[in-house]
């Protein structure tokens, strides 16, 4: 048998990245944003939803080393979207890199209730699932701008200004990256799911195993499958959600 491991190993992280990974918001339409810098040590959040902030675009920067900031994104919800699920991305420069040690966030609504945390591998809030279409959305995040200390792979620690906030000076940390109002395709987020569990169980078994060459055989036709243009046509039905 021809051993094309490597190529359709490739072809799958490639394809994931490049195509069925982006399908699963197909639609968005951008927050606007504004912040508040909160003087030294964090606030009550009454008081962090009661300041007024200003505004701030997608690109800038934001965060001294272990400051604290409140973002306040306000936005509607398209008519058009109507009967779908829709999601805040909100991204405030997360390396995705590594699952924390780094900024981190708590997303609150106006009345001060919790809704959930923000980090690399977990920046989206759900706002209707469905949606009516004509929703005003509105959401404080009260940011935490942790400093990177460990350098990447292997983590090292190395001597440097940054651990200490007496020393680690106010140059932003962050580059706020993406802050929208998103259509979630949950058939799509399925179709990633099993792709990445199937990849990575490849990778667990040995070279010459049999129940690897199947699930690699198995990933192949399932490539084959997807129309690349538009991945929701030949993607199968959602089996589980995420509220």
Known sequence: MHDDRDLVEARLRR?????????????????????????????????GLAAEPAPIE??????????????????????RWAGRTVEALLDLGFDENLPGFQCEGLVYRPDGTPVKG????????????????????RLHVEAASNPVVLEHHPFRFRPTPLGDKDTAGSEPQYTLTRMDLAVFDETVWQLVLDLEVLGELMAELPVDSARRWEILRAVERALDAVDLQDVKARSTGPRCGRG
């Open 58 to 79: 997608v690109g800038a920067r934001w965060g001294a080393p272990w400051g604290t900031s409140w973002f306040r994104v306000t936005g509607t919800v398209p008519e």
């Open 15 to 47: 394809v994931l990245d490049e195509r069925i990974r982006p399908a699963v918001y197909p639609e968005s339409v951008p927050l606007r944003v504004a912040v508040w810098h909160a003087p030294g040590e964090p606030v009550p959040v009454a008081q």
């Open 118 to 137: 923000l980090h690399p591998l977990h920046q989206w809030v759900r706002v209707g699932a469905p949606v009516q279409g004509g929703e005003e959305v």
